[in-house]
């Protein structure tokens, strides 16, 4: 039976993997308020090409803590180019209509990825590979592989670093602007063209980094293995409070605690269902979220 504090290490862990996923998701709503239901996917994609880069520097054979932020680097390089490609012809076109074909073209991208890459990468899973030598630290009778620190630490570091962006920089100003008005934000002279793409960039880029963490604390990898983790990632940025940052960082632990808790007892099955019992809790009780603010919109 796993003590408390082994089990909060452990969800700490899991919630640190949503948390990243779920700063992308927010970020896009934040700006676009869109929901981008394929962030899931270019997860899913950023740990194939972690896979890919990795292999074909041999890490496996060999290693190397610097060539591993090497390889998640890379990855986070090519989604960031995807994300981009994502937004400039799949969202772009349908921007001025509706919000539900804004989400049907979101949920249509999601499928193409999946299907897509069993297509390319094949429907069975691979394994990949081990770019650093997992350690596990003990204290107190508690246990943490250095891979799930690295997940935890990796996590608090870009929730910063996006705050720093999106409140200190400029880039974050006009991001902020253009979330606040789109269309003023163009008469003031904003390229929120630039903008959104931007955003995109930078959530897809999240994406790939926590595929590349996650690939390896859980090295199995397969064109779906976006899809649950993703739905987990959307319910935890809702949490939190969708398009805020920190909420979104707060909504991941606190499903991975839950996720863990339950995993320890009886209910152990029904680990995947706990997120979305809190998805209709929160949008029954608070829909604003956690962190959210309740905005009145005209329509």
């Not at 539900?100 to 949920?107: G, W």
């Not at 995109?200 to 999240?206: K, N, R």
């Amino acid at each position: 039976m796993e003590t408390f504090l082994q089990q909060v290490i452990n969800g700490l862990s899991l919630g640190a993997i949503y948390a990243l996923i779920a700063l992308g998701y927010t970020m896009v709503y934040g700006v676009l308020r869109l929901i981008n239901f394929a962030h899931g996917d270019v997860y899913m994609l950023g740990a194939f090409v972690g896979f890919y880069f990795a292999n074909a520097l041999k890490l496996d054979a060999n290693p190397s803590l610097l060539w591993a932020i090497v390889v998640t680097m890379g990855s986070m390089a090519v989604c960031a180019g995807i994300g981009v490609l994502i937004e400039r012809f799949a969202y772009r076109p349908v921007r001025h209509h509706s919000r539900l074909t804004s989400l049907i073209t979101a949920i249509g991208v999601s499928l193409l990825l999946e299907y897509g890459g069993q297509v390319v990468f094949g429907a069975t899973p691979r394994f990949f590979p081990q770019m650093i030598r997992s350690e596990t630290y003990s204290a107190g009778g508690v246990q943490i592989t250095n891979q799930n620190l690295l997940i935890i630490v990796v996590a608090v570091v870009v929730m910063l670093g996006l705050e720093f962006i999106v409140h200190r920089t400029r880039i974050g100003k006009a991001m902020r602007a253009t979330s606040y008005n789109l269309s003023v934000a163009k008469l003031m002279g904003i390229n929120t063209d630039f903008v959104i793409a931007f955003t995109f960039a930078l959530g897809s880029a999240l994406a790939a980094a926590g595929g590349v963490m996650v690939a390896l604390a859980i090295p199995r990898i397969d064109p779906l293995m976006g899809l649950m983790t993703g739905l987990k990632a959307f319910v935890a940025a809702v949490l939190g409070g969708i398009g805020n940052i920190p909420g979104a960082m707060i909504g991941g632990l606190v499903i991975g605690l839950m996720e863990t808790w339950l995993s320890a007892t009886a209910y152990s099955t029904y680990r995947d269902a706990v997120a979305f019992a809190v998805l209709i809790l929160i949008l029954i009780v608070r829909p604003s979220g956690l962190l959210g603010s309740s905005v009145t919109e005209k329509v």
